[in-house]
């Protein structure tokens, strides 16, 4: 969503839509046919084990996703569902992955945003009508074929966003908080900068995560590096809006017009989304105040405290 001036991007990816390609011993992903300016080459289902499997993030309401899932599925049973996050890019074969498998879907509990509140300017509305079987706790751990989940929540681009951890071979599967090929959209009321910011240090602090496979594009092969250098990017960018800010900028579209000059129009709403989320970060810390009460708007006014 960046200018990416401050930071490198992986966009080399092959999908192979409809192939399931196996990233690590035991783990095979499968890309939905759903490309866009947000969901980049489609979004990434995973599955685990061989003879038996856990799958991760069904993926978009897509025919052709779904069958190819089957095909990869084949006759081996599934133990669970998990979920990393309730976009509908996600979860929109939650229920005829649960139907046809009988598994369980476990994910974070919803911690639900009033429909009012919400910007309705991202292109994968949260699910409000998935039905959960057990919600995951942070830090929990789940028995799968291929080794010892541990739970990581890390709310930020949603607050229920959840990523797992495979401690064997060092693979965190990081859904939408972490990915190679751009930065995530933080979209208030649902995503929270300070939050996004905040597991941002706690995957810092890990020491166990070699890899990460994410919900869209390639792995981050470079764990710490990549995320010092998005905490680096997201400083700037919040600097360079307080100095908008305070330079007289009194409103997100001026502020977007500034900062985000050469960005392709498509991406432009997701942009606002990203500067509001700042905005809030700021507002929370008292540097910015707004002329509405509680949380900032997109069409809201903004000058400094």
Not at 99 to 123: I, N
Not at 211 to 217: K, R, T
């Amino acid at each position: 969503m960046s200018e990416r001036d401050d930071i490198r991007f992986d966009t080399e990816f092959d999908p192979r839509w409809g192939e399931p390609v196996e990233v690590r011993a035991g783990v095979a992903r499968l890309t939905a046919r759903n490309a866009g300016p947000m969901t980049f080459k489609g979004t990434n289902t995973y599955l685990l084990g061989e003879t038996r499997l856990v799958v991760i993030d069904p993926g978009p309401a897509d025919d052709g996703h779904f069958e190819a899932l089957q095909r990869a599925i084949g006759a081996r049973p599934v133990e669970a569902i998990l979920l990393t996050h309730r976009h509908r890019d996600h979860t929109g074969l939650v229920d005829r992955l649960r139907r046809s498998t009988r598994a369980p879907v476990l994910a974070a509990p919803p911690r639900a945003v009033a429909p009012t509140a919400r910007s309705g300017a991202t292109d994968a509305p949260p699910d409000d009508e998935l039905l959960v079987d057990r919600y995951l706790a942070d830090a929990e751990t789940l028995a799968t074929p291929v080794g010892t989940l541990e739970v990581v929540a890390t709310p930020g681009h949603t607050v229920d966003h959840l990523a797992f951890a495979l401690a064997g071979p060092g693979i965190l599967f990081s859904g939408d908080h972490v990915m190679a090929w751009s930065t995530t959209v933080v979209a208030p009321p649902e995503g929270s900068m300070a939050a996004f910011m905040a597991s941002i240090e706690r995957l810092l602090a890990r020491e166990t995560d070699r890899i990460y496979l994410p919900g869209h594009g390639g792995p981050v092969t470079r764990p710490k590096p990549f995320l010092r250098a998005l905490r680096t990017h997201r400083r700037m960018r919040e600097a360079g809006i307080l100095e908008r800010v305070r330079a007289g900028d009194g409103s997100v579209a001026e502020i977007v017009a500034a900062l985000y000059r050469s960005l392709d129009p498509q991406l432009r709403g997701a942009a606002a989304l990203s500067v509001l989320a700042h905005l809030e970060a700021l507002c929370q810390a008292g540097l910015v105040r707004t002329d509405s009460e509680g949380a900032p708007r997109v069409d809201g006014l903004f000058w400094p405290a």
